[in-house]
């Protein structure tokens, strides 16, 4: 059983930055699909950001040239650079382990998820 901690989130103003990091034990880390969501006040969990074991990544329309997703294999970590933020990206973000790609060739999540992170953007 993988166990995920988040951190970095926080209050910024708008056109601020925040780096999120997701920090995961129990499994290889290496071998795992790795994505970050996020779930806003009265909305569902969305999508941001993955990164599969082989590198590749992609990332929601809403956050495309704005957000960044890494991960530093010998760290166990994950990353989330959030660069431009604005109000609409106010939510809790959380990590996600172990997800695929599935045969309609979208993401589906893993298994494991973290506590999640409040990111609250605001002047």
């Known amino acids: 059983q993988a166990q995920l901690v988040e951190s970095g989130g926080g209050l910024v103003q708008p056109g601020g930055s925040l780096k999120l990091s997701c920090v995961v034990s129990?499994?290889?880390?290496?071998?795992?699909?790795m994505a970050w969501y996020r779930q806003a006040p009265g909305k569902q969990r969305e999508l941001v950001s993955y990164?599969?074991?082989?590198?590749?990544?992609d990332y929601a329309d809403s956050v495309k040239g704005r957000f960044a997703i890494s991960r530093d294999n010998a760290k166990n970590t994950l990353y989330l650079q959030m660069n431009s933020l604005k109000p609409e990206d106010t939510a809790v973000y959380y990590c996600?382990?172990?997800?695929?790609?599935?045969?309609?060739?979208?993401?589906?999540?893993?298994?494991?998820w973290g506590q999640g992170t409040q990111v609250t953007v605001s002047s």
């Open positions: 129990g499994r290889i880390f290496s071998t795992y699909g």
């Open positions: 990164i599969l074991s082989g590198g590749t990544t």
């Open positions: 996600n382990a172990d997800g695929y790609i599935n045969r309609s060739g979208t993401y589906s999540y893993g298994d494991h």
